[in-house]
């Protein structure tokens, strides 16, 4: 196998698809197809991938002066994606960028199925380049700017731009940031969500082990705990929504954030992931949600997963705990709107840390419980009944072809009709009366056939085929002599 002698010298958070254009443009290739088989052996289809493929060749022609492992952590976004990915699809991912077969590879790690793949481009930031042509005397791809959701480059504050290739081509030009003009990925800075998601992402990107103890250690649930969304372990669904409701209308509106900020639902996807690949822009874009910022996750030390239930087991009250964050925790947990104490935020971490103080508060704020008065059922059946009547009414005297009057008509029409569909000892009279006003198939044809006698001007002399197929009737449970009947009877009419 042919070894490289001109392989250039990485830049700091330089992707492998830069490092293959200075490739390029060092030997002064005529083509990407003879750069590809020149690094990779084949015609590399990935090598613009921020998952690419083929490293085992490349590092074989580098004389293993890079390693699989090393092409992958320093060259590629692998280790943004890897905290959130369990052991076998992390092996699963390796092995297929380290041979030539990546086909799935996006699929498997849930970046297709996200929907953000529709927003990707190649991006840059202007300041990086000029700084980066004064440094190092070439710009080149920075990785972080390639990654879903990053909009604002984390070293500069400024919107990134994305690269539009001549002519309909695509990135097997082998560009240069800026070399082209580039568009701006946003309209406008975006608010703090894009610049605080795009540093926190950053900061993902180089330190994954730091960010694989954050979900070991359930971070986003100690945190929800503290902002009071959790009880007993369990996501308070109504409170958390009205809390990120007015947050997401304040989130950018533009590229992949527009996919998020539709919907709330998905946080409970990242919440609690049940055997699904968590995308890192959800994690960090939801760290923000919660208004939480770099600092946090740098400075975050757990005593007890509060879910797990270890927080309210025993009486040890572990390491010591600086007076600060105990009378921070006291201000917020006593603070707190919540009548019940233990849907308090931090309600678990003062029971295994200030047990004394939480006991006494406890004592002095007891939780009283309002005894509501007793339903009057009489008057809710008649009330039922009278709207039971209405609904009868309703549908038998509907524009258009005639609906039946069904149970599931009639309780479509009722207010909380499940009061007596469910609880019909409660409610005689409304269902006595729902009983009697069901209607029979033979009832239901017959106003049919009304109705198409006077909407189609149908004679005695119609044939009943006629009849039937203008009423909508497939299977007859009137008579013949009924039918002609009611036609005899429109016929007067007229």
């Known amino acids: ?22 490739y390029h443009r060092l030997l002064s290739n005529d083509s990407y197809r003879r750069t590809s088989q020149e690094l990779f052996g084949v015609y590399s289809r990935t090598c613009g991938s921020i998952l690419p493929c083929c490293l085992g060749a490349l590092s074989q022609r580098l004389a293993s002066a890079y390693s699989v492992e090393q092409l992958i952590d320093r060259f590629t976004l692998l280790p943004l994606y890897e905290p959130f990915l369990n052991d076998s699809k992390s092996r699963a991912a390796r092995v297929a960028m380290t041979g030539n077969d990546g086909t ?25 380049v000029e700084e980066d042509i004064q440094h190092c005397g070439s710009a080149y791809w920075h990785r972080i700017h390639q990654a879903s959701g990053t909009c604002i480059c984390p070293l500069h504050g400024e919107v990134l731009r994305g690269t539009t290739f001549p002519d309909g081509a695509d990135w097997r030009c082998m560009l240069f940031p800026a070399e082209v003009a580039g568009s701006p990925v946003m309209q406008s800075l975006g608010g703090p969500a894009a610049d605080e998601v795009s540093e926190m992402q950053f900061w993902g990107l180089e330190h994954p082990a730091d960010v694989r103890n954050l979900l070991a250690k359930n971070f986003l649930g100690h945190r929800l705990d503290e902002m009071g969304f959790l009880k007993a372990g369990r996501v308070r669904l109504q409170a958390l929504k009205s809390f990120l409701t007015p947050r997401l209308l304040c989130s950018p509106s533009g590229n992949e954030f527009e996919v998020l900020s539709c919907s709330w639902e998905w946080v409970l996807g990242v919440v609690r992931p049940r055997r699904m690949v968590v995308q890192p822009l959800k994690f960090y874009f939801l760290c923000w949600l919660l208004e939480v910022g770099l600092e946090h996750l740098k400075s975050f030390h757990p005593q007890a997963d509060i879910c797990s239930g270890e927080a309210t087991k025993g009486s040890d009250t572990g390491a010591p705990v600086e007076e600060s964050e105990i009378e921070a925790r006291r201000q917020a947990f006593s603070s707190s709107k919540n009548v019940k104490c233990h849907e308090k935020p931090g309600y678990h971490w003062l029971y295994r840390h200030d047990r004394n103080w939480l006991a006494q508060y406890v004592s002095g704020h007891p939780f009283i419980r309002r005894i509501t008065g007793l339903d009057d059922w009489a008057a809710r059946d008649e009330a039922l009944s009278r709207d039971l009547l209405i609904a009868r009414d309703q549908i038998l005297f509907s524009l258009g072809k005639p609906q039946k009057v069904t149970r599931a008509a009639l309780s479509r029409r009722v207010a909380h009709s499940q009061d007596f569909l469910r609880m019909p000892d409660k409610c005689p009279i409304s269902t006595l009366l729902m009983s009697d006003m069901l209607e029979s198939d033979h009832d239901h044809q017959v106003r049919k056939i009304r109705w198409a006698a006077r909407q189609y001007l149908l004679s005695k002399r119609s044939a009943l085929s006629v009849v039937y197929r203008f009423a909508g009737i497939r299977l007859s449970h009137v008579t013949e002599e009924e039918v002609l009947d009611i036609l005899s009877v429109a016929g007067e009419l007229r």
Request: net charge positive.
């Open 1 to 22: 196998m042919d070894r490289l002698h001109g392989f250039p010298q990485p830049f700091p958070d330089e992707s492998l698809y830069s490092l293959a254009v200075r």
């Open 104 to 128: 799935g590879l996006k699929m498997s790690l849930g970046i297709t199925a996200s929907g953000f793949l529709k927003h990707a481009s190649f991006r840059y930031c202007e300041r990086c």
